[in-house]
């Protein structure tokens, strides 16, 4: 989260992650679930946290484990576009390479940083911590 908002903070107008994740196809159905439904609640939540757009490329296809040890990685696509409130405005499939094209509303990231609190009420004075690695208890 940290550099999507570094990336708000200097005037960014979108954030744009070009991915290749994907999982071991022998995982469970229950266990793919699980981790696209994280990495896009992730992307999701910076379009909120930072009242951005998110643009997401992600690759799609599998590709084999060369040393022949799995099936390789399945790369589950689903590229998608998220309006500044997490919406999801446009989303490719999981089974072949897409362009996805939408109109975003640029203005909308400056009302909703008047009304929203998640980027306007920031306590920077109590971000000592994000700086370092791990943090005593």
């Given at each position: 989260?940290?550099?999507?908002?570094?990336?708000?903070?200097?005037?960014?107008?979108?954030?744009?992650?070009?991915?290749?994740?994907?999982?071991?196809p022998?995982d469970t159905?229950?266990?793919?679930?699980?981790?696209?439904?994280?990495?896009?609640?992730?992307?999701?939540?910076?379009?909120?946290?930072?009242?951005?757009?998110?643009?997401v490329?992600?690759?799609?296809?599998?590709?084999?484990?060369?040393?022949?040890?799995?099936?390789?990685?399945?790369?589950w696509?689903?590229?998608?576009?998220?309006?500044?409130?997490?919406?999801?405005?446009?989303?490719?499939?999981?089974h072949?390479?897409?362009?996805?094209?939408?109109?975003?509303?640029?203005?909308?990231?400056?009302?909703?940083?008047?009304?929203?609190?998640?980027?306007?009420?920031?306590?920077?004075d109590?971000?000592?911590?994000?700086?370092?690695?791990?943090?005593k208890?």
């Amino acid at each position: 989260p940290e550099a999507a908002r570094l990336m708000a903070l200097a005037g960014a107008d979108l954030l744009l992650y070009p991915t290749a994740i994907g999982w071991d196809p022998a995982d469970t159905d229950a266990e793919q679930a699980r981790q696209k439904d994280a990495w896009t609640l992730i992307q999701r939540s910076h379009a909120v946290a930072n009242h951005l757009p998110v643009v997401v490329a992600n690759r799609v296809g599998l590709e084999a484990d060369p040393a022949g040890q799995s099936e390789g990685i399945q790369f589950w696509g689903g590229s998608f576009i998220a309006g500044p409130q997490g919406n999801i405005i446009a989303e490719a499939d999981a089974h072949s390479a897409q362009y996805l094209i939408a109109e975003i509303d640029t203005g909308r990231t400056e009302y909703l940083r008047r009304i929203w609190p998640y980027f306007r009420d920031r306590r920077i004075d109590a971000y000592g911590g994000l700086s370092k690695r791990f943090l005593k208890p």
